[in-house]
């Protein structure tokens, strides 16, 4: 079954750092490019941030850059989004995102509120 299940979303004061993972089914892991999109309330969802198949290339919004880190373990097909600093901007919900062989496929989502 396809799958990519996304955790770790929470509410965070400013600041405040979280971690997000997102566990994939095998299919949708192993040679896939791999990332993060969010949405905010009444804004078009945004890329974030994406790792290659291998984990030797990595890029960011520069909304994000310096303060999140994408980060995959390929043994446990999991990604991960660690989040420092966190501004109320950065108020979303946030996708995990497999891109294999022209295909994309998100997760369902998790919150992540920024707020004190």
């Known amino acids: 079954q396809v799958q990519l299940v996304e955790s770790g979303g929470g509410l965070v004061q400013p600041g405040g750092s979280l971690r997000l993972s997102c566990a994939a089914s095998?299919?949708?892991?192993?040679?896939?490019?791999m990332g993060w999109d969010r949405q905010a309330p009444g804004r078009e969802r945004e890329w974030v941030a994406t790792?290659?198949?291998?984990?030797?290339?990595?890029y960011y919004a520069d909304s994000v850059k310096g303060r999140f880190t994408i980060a995959r373990d390929n043994a446990k097909n999991t990604v991960f989004l660690q989040m420092n600093s966190l501004q109320s901007e950065d108020t979303a919900v946030y996708y995990c995102?497999?891109?294999?062989?022209?295909?994309?496929?998100w997760g369902q989502g998790t919150q992540v509120t920024v707020s004190s």
């Open positions: 790792i290659t198949a291998g984990g030797g290339a990595t």
């Open positions: 995102r497999s891109t294999l062989a022209g295909y994309t496929y």
């Open positions: 095998g299919s949708l892991f192993k040679g896939a490019a």
